[in-house]
């Protein structure tokens, strides 16, 4: 069920890959107090457009229209905040997810932004789930299995020290998934571990969607009226990271990092692919 790319459809995901990129470090370098979550998505849309991509955001999920080409998740927010008229404050901590299609190939990353200076705790909540993003990204290798993946992002969050208020909260019931000629797609990724289930072999040409989400209090989360908006039941603040990433005969590919991953790869011990584009 799962879809295998060859090198040459990898190829062209890192194309879309790159774009995504290139849209969140335009929306990064725009967070600041003052700016709208409407502006942000502007900014994205426009390097969207720029290359000739498509946004897989701004379409028909399941009978559920999202207008924006990211989502901007703020504070509370844990994934799926629609952008419009909300004005970052300093303080804030915001986390941006993009993706586009290009060539017909999906590209889904998202990143998490302090606005200004922001509490220790928040940081320290951005650098734990960032960090554990890249312990899952660092077992994208042949021969794994999905649930590697999953115990490595847990495993990381767990052994982190408790920030001075609060405590890790690892979202349950959002994770990760398969990307290729759809932006969702077979398997679904679990940020933790569940059950006795090994899930699928991850064999050359396996792309997937890392992206743990990790609150400062509860797993729990529920719905705000407008359909899309993902808080946490106790309004503790939330932090999201994603790459898109491919199991390759040469290690893992980071489609969505500007350099394949290779530099964060590299403290982990692990070598990234080389580029395909080069
Ligand atoms: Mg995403
Ligand atoms: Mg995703």
Known sequence: MVE???????????????????ALKACREAVAPGVTTGELNDIADQVIAKHGATSNFRADHGGLWFPGVICASVNEEVVHGIPGDKVLKAGDLISIDCGAILDGWHGDAAITVAVGATADENLMLSKVTEGSMWAGIAQMKKGNRLVDVSRAIEGYIR?????????????????????????????????????????????PGTVLAIEPMVSLGTPHTTILEDDWTVVTTDG??????????????????VLTAFDG??????????????????
């Open 236 to 253: 503790t603040w939330a932090s999201h990271w994603e790459h898109s990433v491919a199991v390759t005969e040469q290690g893992p590919l």
């Open 4 to 22: 295998i790319k060859t090198p040459e459809q990898i190829a062209k995901m890192r194309a879309a890959g790159l774009v995504v990129a290139e």
């Open 261 to 278: 991953g290779r530099a964060e790869l590299a403290k982990l011990g692990v070598t990234a692919a080389p580029d395909p584009l080069g």
């Open 159 to 203: 052994r982190q020290p408790l920030p001075p208020k609060g405590k890790w909260g690892i979202t349950e019931g959002y994770g990760g998934h398969g990307i290729g000629t759809a932006m969702h797609m077979e398997p679904h990724v679990l940020n933790y571990v569940a059950g006795r289930g090994k899930g699928p072999k991850l064999v």
